[in-house]
């Protein structure tokens, strides 16, 4: 099966992902090309693997350009870090094959605006008593898509922002992989 990866930052979402590719953890896996919609580490990782990249930089033409470029043979999305919005039009044309990962429980602590460490602020700032990862289907609704697979833990006494982004980080590790497994191997 051909994933496309599409990336905006660091990319240790990515890396799990070729690794577990590398490894067999997950199975039946080929990725054909990692693209980023600005200039970030994420595309060195692939490069390094001798993964196809490509930037298309972000505006309000990139799911447009996206689109043409998506191998027709594509049959998942995969969004790691990814920061842009994708559009009615991409979302409705690869319905069902493109996903996220999202670092909450959603539906709390989704939409707009809710990424990076506002969501882990967001969280701390509500006195949720456990935080964690959502992997999901991407709709034109941000964050609102289908679940595919969601774990919790709980939220410590002396949580920090920094504590919980990496506990969230260590659970994207372990869920994403089945996640792409579950979503790819489902037939
Ligand atoms: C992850 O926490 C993910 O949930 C969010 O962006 C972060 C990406 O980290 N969408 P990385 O680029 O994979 O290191």
């Known amino acids: 099966k051909n994933i496309v990866v599409l990336v905006s930052g660091g990319g240790t979402n ?4 070729i690794d577990c590719i590398e490894s067999g953890e997950i199975l039946n896996a080929h990725i054909s090309s990692v693209i980023a919609d600005r200039e970030c580490f994420g ?3 692939a490069k ?15 799911s447009s350009e996206l689109k043409t470029v998506i191998p027709g043979d594509t049959d998942l999305i995969v969004l790691a870090g990814f920061l842009s919005i994708l559009n009615k039009e991409f ?23 809710m990424w990076g460490n506002h969501v ?8 949720e008593n456990e935080s964690g990862a959502t992997v999901h289907y991407v709709t034109s609704g941000i964050d609102e898509g289908e679940i595919i697979v969601q774990r919790s833990f709980p939220i410590g006494e002396n949580e920090t922002v920094e504590t919980l982004a990496q506990k969230i980080h260590d659970t ?12 790819l191997n489902k037939n």
């Open 43 to 45: 595309l060195e990782r």
């Open 14 to 17: 990515l890396q799990r992902i």
């Open 172 to 183: 994207e590790f372990e869920i994403y992989p089945k996640a792409i497994n579950l979503v």
């Open 120 to 127: 882990h602020d967001a969280v701390l700032e509500a006195n």
């Open 91 to 113: 979302c409705e044309s690869f319905q069902g094959k493109i996903i996220n990962i999202h670092p909450a429980l959603l539906p709390k602590f989704g939409g707009k605006g």
């Open 48 to 62: 390094k693997h001798g993964i196809a990249t490509q930037l298309i930089p972000r505006g309000k033409t990139f």
